[in-house]
């Protein structure tokens, strides 16, 4: 069945770094890949997305790349702030269901 | 714009009463919304689509008869967990999808605790 794979499960850096979180996705139909950033006790909330028709997208210091061919995409937000420490969901979805398929959440520690 | 509201926030309930949860799309219609449960620590597994005007479409695994799914407008989906048990105990989260786009929108989700 569908599936996502997420990496890492714990990412700790220091503020100003850099964070990459990588998603790899086993449905070659899927053609829509949001991001989703979720608070302790909060709903995620969409931060950005990218359809299959793009390679990247960029909003600030957040951008998303995705990669057909090998069926990955990641997450990359520079000069990372302690309020960006949250847990973070990439997902999958074909055009058809509509249906999101998680990965299994990265938690993002950034250290003052 | 596109938020999405969930009522309660919050319910603890005795082990054997019925629990509904409402999921509100505030600025947009949504014909189509999501419900999820999450654990503590883990992803969000989806446990059925509802559509407006007709019957849910729920995941392998899922009860429907536990797991009442009612869509009755655009802008409203309930999901009742019936005869509750403490293994039900979870984060209950609802998205709407924002239509023709599969852009999903939260709410933000509903603590049940069954004692």
């Known amino acids: 069945g569908e599936n996502v794979e997420q990496h890492p499960s714990t990412l700790s850096v220091q503020e100003g770094d850099s964070a990459v979180i990588k998603c790899t996705y086993s449905?070659?139909?899927?053609?829509?890949f949001p991001w989703y950033k979720q608070e302790l006790g909060k709903g995620p909330q969409l931060i950005i997305d990218?359809?299959?028709?793009?390679g990247e997208k960029k909003d600030q210091r957040i951008a998303v790349t995705l990669n057909k061919t090998a069926k990955h995409f990641s997450l990359h937000i520079t000069e990372t702030q302690p309020e960006d420490s949250a847990v973070y969901f990439c997902a999958a979805s074909r055009g058809d269901t509509g249906k999101l398929i998680f990965g299994q959440g990265t938690t993002l520690q950034v250290k003052p | 714009g596109a938020v999405v509201s969930q009522h309660p926030s919050w319910v603890i309930c005795k082990s054997g009463t019925s629990v509904k949860i409402e999921c509100r799309s505030l600025d947009f219609q949504a014909t189509t919304m999501f419900w999820y449960r999450q654990f503590p620590k883990q992803s969000l597994m989806l446990m059925a689509t509802?559509?407006?005007?007709?019957?849910?479409?729920?995941e392998q695994g899922v009860e429907k008869d536990k797991f009442l799914i009612n869509h009755a407008s655009l802008t409203l989906s309930t999901l009742t967990v019936t005869s509750a048990h403490p293994e039900d105990s979870s984060f209950y989260i609802c998205?709407?999808?924002?239509?023709?786009?599969?852009?999903?929108?939260f709410g933000p989700g509903t603590r049940l605790t069954v004692l």
């Open positions: 998205s709407a999808e924002l239509a023709g786009n599969n852009e999903q929108f």
């Open positions: 990218i359809r299959s028709n793009v």
């Open positions: 509802s559509n407006e005007g007709s019957k849910a479409t729920y």
């Open positions: 449905d070659s139909a899927s053609n829509y």
